[in-house]
């Protein structure tokens, strides 16, 4: 994929991404609870704590997305800590057979997610070229 496209559409991805962390967590929870919930039923203060995390990490990828290049330790973030969140919540969902139903909801999401931008995210040397590029044209 040539350099262009790719950071094209890392932004495309940064935007869509941050949009379903800030408005789209709390309907999931609310609509899916077996796959995006890891509360009993009633009210839940990890659910506050939980969305105002993604909702304040979705406003940084927005802004990330207008220059990824410049915002690289907060995209790669992003992908390790979907990784291990992912994993961790697989471990708990095989673990307590009650939450099973998340192996179909927010583990998937948080994987593809690490997924698209760790594909779409340059690193290394390959990053610093397209920096060097970006600051010079």
Same mark, same amino acid.
């Given at each position: #994929?040539?350099? &262009?496209? +790719?950071? %094209?559409?890392?932004?495309? @991805?940064?935007?869509?991404?941050?949009?379903?962390?800030?408005?789209?967590?709390? /309907?999931?929870?609310?609509?899916?609870?077996?796959?995006?919930?890891?509360?009993? &039923?009633?009210?839940?203060?990890?659910?506050? #704590?939980?969305?105002?995390?993604?909702? !304040?990490?979705?406003?940084?990828?927005? +802004?990330?997305? +207008?220059? /990824?290049?410049?915002?690289?330790?907060?995209?790669?973030? !992003?992908?390790?800590?979907?990784?291990?969140?992912?994993?961790? $919540?697989? *471990? =708990?969902?095989?673990?307590?057979? =009650?939450?099973?139903?998340?192996?179909?909801?927010? *583990?998937?999401?948080?994987?593809?997610? @690490?997924? *698209?931008?760790?594909?779409? !995210?340059?690193?290394? &040397?390959?990053?610093?070229? #397209? =920096?060097? =590029? $970006? !600051? %010079?044209?």
């Amino acid at each position: #994929m040539k350099d &262009e496209n +790719r950071i %094209k559409y890392l932004k495309i @991805a940064l935007v869509c991404f941050g949009i379903i962390a800030i408005v789209g967590i709390y /309907p999931l929870i609310l609509i899916w609870p077996s796959g995006f919930a890891w509360h009993g &039923e009633g009210h839940n203060l990890y659910v506050d #704590m939980i969305v105002g995390i993604y909702a !304040t990490l979705g406003v940084f990828l927005i +802004r990330a997305a +207008r220059n /990824p290049l410049a915002h690289l330790s907060l995209i790669w973030f !992003t992908v390790w800590s979907s990784i291990v969140h992912g994993g961790i $919540m697989t *471990v =708990q969902a095989i673990v307590y057979s =009650q939450h099973i139903g998340h192996l179909l909801g927010d *583990v998937p999401t948080l994987f593809i997610i @690490a997924i *698209v931008l760790g594909v779409l !995210t340059p690193w290394g &040397e390959k990053a610093i070229k #397209m =920096q060097q =590029q $970006m !600051t %010079k044209g």
